[in-house]
């Protein structure tokens, strides 16, 4: 595991909100295999109980069910915290436009709350979930964290918020802040059901079941799609920071290399054909464009590599070998 060559410091007690989450769970899970005292607050709105299950009987682990748009939660969440990892947030640009107002409320008064609440409790550093989309129209290839453009969306809006009131709490309350702008995390844990579902882990389970994935557009579309293990190894370089130039600011976290949706399914058929050969017959089917979404996204990670030490190890094809593998074992009815 990429944490084990950080050595974060094992006396930490660490807050992860959405802890229940794609991301959050994957994190409590490294930090408590750190050494570390883990607190997940979540709502369970969209995290799930089966992600930290196993977790519950780890006497350095507490669970809080609480949401971030009450206060009064936020505040109990961070008292004796020395580090937030804020992950809590309703994602999706399509849950956006057809629901501005709750997002805008989880997302950007949530948000608040937290940087409220941190900021009481003296808490040394807050990390946050940020996002790719808030490069918006920008056709800058690859984007560079200085060169942003109109946001698409209204979930895109509500991410560059996070990033305005970060570096207010910074620059006004002394709070230490990074933003972690997140480009097409994929891994365990990120669910394949509801209308939301992130395009992987939607398309894996189409393929298991011999359903025809529909790709939105013509295929051409390209992500930088980033593993999960490293986004975890961006928030444990965040924690470790020690330059004081690394800290109150944002960073882009991906791999540097994108991948068109042609090319993903291509993938993803390959590999999960070891498991049932059936799968490579799968025919792809094509529909509309999707409302908001950007053409290509790629982003440049020389930021992270020289104030963060940040080095991702997992490429989209080694990714999606351990991410296929893992859907295969834990969701194959």
């Not at 709070?175 to 997140?182: A, F, M, V």
């Not at 944002?250 to 090319?263: H, I, M, P, Q, S």
């Not at 993938?267 to 049932?276: G, I, N, R």
Request: aromatic share 10%; proline share 4%; glycine share 6%.
């Amino acid at each position: 595991m990429t944490n084990k060559k950080l050595h974060l410091d094992p006396k930490y007690c660490i807050l992860v909100t959405g802890g229940a989450g794609f991301i959050g769970s994957n994190l409590c899970i490294t930090l408590l295999n750190n050494g570390n005292k883990v607190r997940c607050l979540d709502n369970f709105a969209t995290g799930k109980l089966d992600n930290i299950n196993a977790l519950l009987s780890n006497p350095n682990f507490t669970l809080i069910e609480g949401d971030i748009r009450d206060i009064e939660v936020c505040k109990s969440a961070c008292k004796e915290v020395d580090y937030v990892l804020h992950q809590a947030a309703l994602g999706s640009v399509p849950r956006s436009i057809k629901d501005p107002i709750t997002s805008n409320d989880v997302n950007v008064s949530g948000f608040l709350n937290m940087l409220v609440a941190a900021r009481d409790c003296s808490v040394k550093r807050f990390i946050y979930a940020a996002s790719s989309s808030t490069y918006g129209d920008s056709e800058n290839m690859p984007k560079i964290e200085d060169v942003i453009g109109k946001p698409l969306s209204p979930y895109a809006i509500t991410k560059y918020v996070n990033e305005l009131y970060a570096n207010i709490f910074s620059t006004t309350y002394g709070l230490e802040t990074i933003g972690l702008r997140y480009f097409n995390v994929f891994g365990r844990h990120q669910d394949p059901n509801g209308a939301y579902a992130a395009v992987i882990p939607k398309f894996v389970m189409q393929l298991m079941n011999h359903e025809s994935p529909i790709i939105n557009g013509d295929g051409t579309y390209s992500r930088d799609f980033t593993y999960i293990e490293n986004v975890v190894q961006m928030n444990i370089r965040a924690i470790a920071a020690t330059d004081k130039k690394a800290t109150n600011t944002v960073y882009n976290v991906a791999y540097g290399e994108r991948t068109d949706l042609n090319e993903l399914v291509a993938l993803l058929k390959e590999y999960l054909s070891v498991f049932d050969s059936k799968i490579s017959e799968v025919q792809i089917k094509y529909g509309p464009t999707r409302q908001g979404d950007v053409p290509h996204s790629l982003a440049s990670i020389e930021k992270a590599k020289t104030l963060l030490e940040y080095h991702p190890e997992y490429d989209i094809k080694k990714g999606l070998k351990e991410a296929t593998t893992w859907y295969w074992q834990n969701l194959k009815q």
